[in-house]
């Protein structure tokens, strides 16, 4: 079945001459126009997850349905393709199920509002947004039960349904649905505030037809892809070889006790097509880590880190598709069959960038980043506060960024580049707790010549009695370093109990009971490290030193001898001589040791059980 899109002017648009200054103004207005959907959005949601951290992805398309501007790419042929029914001007969808809309968003939180844009009675673009709603239902506040064994325990799924049709909401099926979340004020008020940020971007899409007539607005846009998919042809062409490299990564474990998780994934070229193959990729979890993986949401992350690392002046749009093919097992871990759970599947998407710079590092290891901080780690507070109100926090976990060619990882920040931290006083007025330190980890990013970024130490003095999830990752495994860089340490959760008593935590857990006067410490993991440590410059590991960024003894780790506040030069060149003789050869990667090793090691060094290797009949 295919979208009757109902238009009153059928007049298909002409393909005209635009003017590279032309199409610039209308590349920067669209990219402007994002900007200003984030802007709206962030200025009337209401809950922290959006409206301070922006947990939130606007996109604008073209009127056939490809990604023009935005980040997750698009998914809007695909609605077109499998929506059985009619689409009218006034007509704003909503969805939030990755089963019925192939993967456009990935866990029941995420609400994807459409929306066509019309103007003089015909399509010329769509608006698209998706914000992660605090609570959608189900078994545990926050909607993410790391041990639901189907979607049906994870909250309400939302079909592609019409919230407003011709311009008039449906306001009853909007009240059955927020009958089933724990927090219908800030649903309600975050659902208007995406409604408002796509409909800031229907005006300025109708603004700029009207200042440069619908035909020239439509052929920029035309441009504009094809001028992307020149450059990514040549950039595929140049860093994706024609022989098969592989790569391998994992998540720690499912939160039922099982793992690791294997993603496996080749990738070659065959002319001008990169091809990823992600066979050999575990199957799916009994448990709700698994990642519905749109294969276009891939190639849009494909181009994301291929244009960051190879040239950033390429306008990051859906016109490259046809030069990927992405191919994933159907029932892995990536491509789980309905109705498995989904709701956990952070760690699997973040783990896919680690996973692509592996693959393409291989080719080009001077390119090639180490792994960070590929996850958005969640911390979950909720209970009745001191006055008997309901409350609920979810907040996001900030790490350390990956060493790069170019330099250090910054520290304790956000896998997306767009999400920004909560003050720490924001989330104390409104929530029952103290954050008693926020701090950089010193020594959790990997030691290289250029340094991975640290993690985060957060401690949460929780003020009265409730429940605590915790949705992390890289306690088991390390972030890996590159060309002689050291991984970054792991992440580590702990429970100090208000009587003194200590509780190590799993990376994944739920209703974990706490009393008033309890501590809990969210440790995030650091980057890797990029390059020998030994080639650093001491100048800037004492800098490091000074600026609690690298320990005394830490310094060690690049053969610098640190003492009195100052380098002990002499002492500093005969460690490095002793350090480069006993190491041997450098390895392009360095995981801090092989699964078995760390599985062996992991009681001893975590302070939790390692957990066990799932097995498929």
């Known amino acids: 079945m295919v979208a009757r899109i109902k238009q009153e002017n059928s007049n298909p648009f002409q393909r005209v001459d635009v003017d590279g200054i032309t199409i610039d103004i209308v590349e920067n207005a669209l990219g402007n126009a994002r900007n200003e959907m984030d802007a709206v959005l962030f200025r009337t949601a209401m809950s922290p997850g959006i409206r301070e951290q922006g947990d939130a992805f606007p996109m604008i398309a073209t009127c056939d349905g490809k990604m023009i501007v935005g980040q997750f790419g698009s998914f809007i042929s695909g609605f077109l393709r499998s929506y059985e029914g009619e689409i009218e001007e006034g007509d704003v969808f909503l969805t939030n199920d990755p089963y019925l809309c192939n993967g456009a968003v990935s866990h029941l939180p995420d609400w994807l509002v459409l ?9 010329i673009n769509y608006a698209a947004m998706f914000g992660h709603m605090s609570d959608v239902g189900g078994k545990v506040p926050g909607s993410l039960p790391t041990n639901a064994s189907s979607i049906w325990e994870e909250g309400i799924r939302i079909p592609p349904v019409k919230l407003y049709r011709r311009g008039e909401m449906n306001a009853d099926m909007l009240d059955v649905i927020l009958h089933n979340v724990r927090m219908p004020r800030w649903n309600r008020s975050d659902l208007n505030a995406i409604v408002a940020a796509c409909r800031t971007a229907g005006k300025r899409c109708v603004e700029l037809a009207e200042r440069f007539g619908d035909d020239v607005f439509y052929s920029a846009q035309q441009e504009m ?82 244009i960051s690392l190879f040239d950033p002046a390429i306008l990051l749009n859906d016109g490259f598709y046809d030069l990927v093919e992405v191919r994933i097992p159907q029932g892995s871990i990536l491509k789980p069959n309905f109705p498995a759970a989904l709701s956990c599947r952070t760690h699997l998407l973040g783990r896919i960038f680690d996973m ?25 507070y909720s209970g009745y506060d001191q006055h008997g109100e309901w409350f609920q926090l979810f907040q996001i976990g900030f790490g350390g960024i990956p060493g790069r060619p170019v330099g250090d990882g910054p520290d304790g920040h956000s896998l997306w ?32 010549l250029h340094r991975g970024g640290n993690g985060l130490r957060v401690a949460y003095r929780l003020l009265v009695d409730g429940e605590v999830s915790i949705h992390d990752d890289r306690w088991l495994t390390y972030p890996w370093g590159v060309n002689g860089g050291a991984p970054g340490e792991r992440s580590r959760k702990e429970l100090i109990r208000a009587d003194g008593t200590r509780q190590m935590l799993p ?8 009393k008033a006067g309890d501590l809990v410490l969210f440790d995030t993991w650091g980057g890797g490290g990029w390059g020998d440590p030994l080639q650093r410059d001491p100048a800037k590991v004492l800098t490091d030193v000074r600026k609690g960024l690298v320990s005394a003894d830490g310094a060690r780790r690049y053969g610098v001898v640190v003492a009195n506040d100052a380098v002990d030069e002499s002492a500093t060149r005969a460690l490095r001589e002793v350090m480069a003789a006993e190491r041997g050869e450098i390895e392009l990667f360095d995981r801090g040791g092989t699964l078995d090793e760390l599985k062996a090691r992991c009681l001893a060094e975590t302070g939790l059980p390692a957990p066990t290797t799932p097995s498929w009949s």
């Open 417 to 448: 580049p767009g999400f920004t931290n909560v003050p720490n006083e924001f989330v104390e007025a409104y929530f029952p707790l103290r954050i008693e330190t926020y701090e950089t980890l010193a020594d959790s990013g990997g030691a290289g």
């Open 225 to 306: 892809l094809e001028r992307t998919h020149r450059a990514m042809k040549e950039v595929i062409g140049r860093v994706v070889p024609e022989h098969r490299q592989v790569f391998e990564d994992y998540i720690c474990d499912d939160g039922a006790g099982l793992g690791p998780y294997t993603l496996r994934c080749a990738l070659w070229r065959e002319g001008d097509k990169a091809i990823f193959d992600f066979e050999g990729t575990d199957p799916q979890a009994p448990s709700s880590v698994n990642f519905y993986l749109n294969e276009e949401m891939f190639k849009i992350f494909f181009g994301a880190l291929t």
């Open 507 to 514: 990376a994944k857990c739920d209703n974990i009971q706490v």
């Open 115 to 123: 929306m066509p844009i019309f103007k003089n009675g015909r399509v």
């Open 356 to 380: 692509m710079g592996g693959l393409l590092g291989q080719g080009t290891p001077q390119a090639m980043n180490a792994a960070g901080f590929s996850d958005s780690p969640h911390f979950m």
